[in-house]
Nanobody
Framework: VQLQASGGGLVQPGGSLRLSCAAS????????MAWYRQAPGKQRESVAS???????NYADSVKGRFTISRDNTRRTMYLQMDNMKTEDTGVYYC?????????WGQGTQVTVSS
Protein backbone atom coordinates (compact mmCIF):
# COMPACT_ATOMS: atom_id res chain seq x y z
CA VAL A 1 0.00 0.00 0.00
CA GLN A 2 1.33 3.42 -0.95
CA LEU A 3 -0.16 6.84 -0.31
CA GLN A 4 1.61 9.72 -2.00
CA ALA A 5 0.65 13.20 -0.79
CA SER A 6 1.55 16.32 -2.72
CA GLY A 7 0.58 19.94 -3.21
CA GLY A 8 1.86 21.57 -0.05
CA GLY A 9 3.67 24.87 0.04
CA LEU A 10 3.79 28.38 1.41
CA VAL A 11 0.65 30.50 1.20
CA GLN A 12 -0.44 33.80 2.71
CA PRO A 13 -3.39 34.02 5.10
CA GLY A 14 -6.60 34.03 3.11
CA GLY A 15 -4.98 32.09 0.28
CA SER A 16 -5.68 28.63 -1.14
CA LEU A 17 -3.91 25.34 -1.71
CA ARG A 18 -5.01 22.01 -3.15
CA LEU A 19 -3.53 18.81 -1.79
CA SER A 20 -3.61 15.48 -3.60
CA CYS A 21 -3.15 11.94 -2.33
CA ALA A 22 -2.54 9.20 -4.89
CA ALA A 23 -3.17 5.67 -3.64
CA SER A 24 -1.98 2.29 -4.84
CA UNK A 25 -2.16 -1.23 -3.49
CA UNK A 26 -5.73 -0.91 -2.20
CA UNK A 27 -9.21 -1.19 -3.64
CA UNK A 28 -9.45 2.60 -3.60
CA UNK A 29 -13.10 2.82 -4.55
CA UNK A 30 -14.32 1.06 -1.40
CA UNK A 31 -11.97 2.66 1.09
CA UNK A 32 -12.74 5.60 3.34
CA MET A 33 -9.91 8.09 2.94
CA ALA A 34 -8.84 10.83 5.32
CA TRP A 35 -6.57 13.82 5.80
CA TYR A 36 -4.76 14.48 9.06
CA ARG A 37 -2.36 17.23 10.02
CA GLN A 38 0.28 17.78 12.66
CA ALA A 39 1.39 21.21 13.74
CA PRO A 40 4.79 21.71 15.40
CA GLY A 41 4.66 20.57 19.02
CA LYS A 42 1.11 19.26 18.70
CA GLN A 43 -0.54 15.91 18.25
CA ARG A 44 -1.72 14.72 14.87
CA GLU A 45 -5.37 15.63 14.34
CA SER A 46 -8.11 14.67 11.92
CA VAL A 47 -8.94 17.28 9.29
CA ALA A 48 -11.46 15.59 7.01
CA SER A 49 -12.57 12.22 5.74
CA UNK A 50 -14.58 10.95 2.81
CA UNK A 51 -16.46 7.68 2.54
CA UNK A 52 -16.44 5.33 -0.41
CA UNK A 53 -19.66 6.94 -1.66
CA UNK A 54 -18.30 10.46 -1.24
CA UNK A 55 -19.84 11.53 2.06
CA UNK A 56 -17.52 14.02 3.74
CA ASN A 57 -16.82 14.83 7.37
CA TYR A 58 -14.84 17.81 8.60
CA ALA A 59 -13.20 18.99 11.76
CA ASP A 60 -15.01 22.03 13.15
CA SER A 61 -11.90 24.13 12.62
CA VAL A 62 -12.00 23.70 8.83
CA LYS A 63 -15.75 23.53 8.10
CA GLY A 64 -16.74 25.99 5.42
CA ARG A 65 -13.12 26.51 4.31
CA PHE A 66 -11.87 23.07 3.26
CA THR A 67 -13.43 20.67 0.77
CA ILE A 68 -12.49 17.00 0.54
CA SER A 69 -13.17 15.05 -2.64
CA ARG A 70 -12.11 11.91 -4.45
CA ASP A 71 -11.73 10.63 -7.98
CA ASN A 72 -12.01 6.86 -7.95
CA THR A 73 -10.94 6.53 -11.59
CA ARG A 74 -7.67 8.28 -10.75
CA ARG A 75 -7.40 6.61 -7.31
CA THR A 76 -6.78 10.06 -5.89
CA MET A 77 -8.15 12.07 -2.99
CA TYR A 78 -8.04 15.86 -2.79
CA LEU A 79 -8.23 18.57 -0.16
CA GLN A 80 -9.11 22.04 -1.40
CA MET A 81 -8.13 24.54 1.28
CA ASP A 82 -9.50 28.07 0.98
CA ASN A 83 -9.39 31.13 3.24
CA MET A 84 -6.44 29.61 4.98
CA LYS A 85 -5.32 30.69 8.43
CA THR A 86 -1.96 30.61 10.17
CA GLU A 87 -3.26 27.84 12.41
CA ASP A 88 -3.62 25.60 9.34
CA THR A 89 0.18 25.33 9.25
CA GLY A 90 1.49 21.81 9.62
CA VAL A 91 2.37 18.60 7.88
CA TYR A 92 -0.65 17.09 6.15
CA TYR A 93 -0.95 13.32 5.87
CA CYS A 94 -3.34 11.12 3.96
CA UNK A 95 -4.61 8.00 5.65
CA UNK A 96 -6.67 4.93 5.03
CA UNK A 97 -7.47 1.68 6.75
CA UNK A 98 -7.07 -1.44 4.66
CA UNK A 99 -7.64 -4.97 5.93
CA UNK A 100 -7.61 -3.70 9.52
CA UNK A 101 -4.32 -1.83 9.23
CA UNK A 102 -3.81 1.92 9.09
CA UNK A 103 -1.61 3.38 6.36
CA TRP A 104 -0.08 6.85 6.15
CA GLY A 105 1.40 8.85 3.33
CA GLN A 106 4.72 10.60 3.75
CA GLY A 107 3.19 14.00 4.49
CA THR A 108 3.32 17.33 2.72
CA GLN A 109 4.25 20.58 4.45
CA VAL A 110 1.74 23.43 4.47
CA THR A 111 2.83 26.80 5.80
CA VAL A 112 0.45 29.74 6.12
CA SER A 113 2.37 32.91 6.77
CA SER A 114 2.56 36.51 5.65
Amino acid sequence: VQLQASGGGLVQPGGSLRLSCAASGINFAINTMAWYRQAPGKQRESVASISSVGSPNYADSVKGRFTISRDNTRRTMYLQMDNMKTEDTGVYYCNTIFRGLGYWGQGTQVTVSS
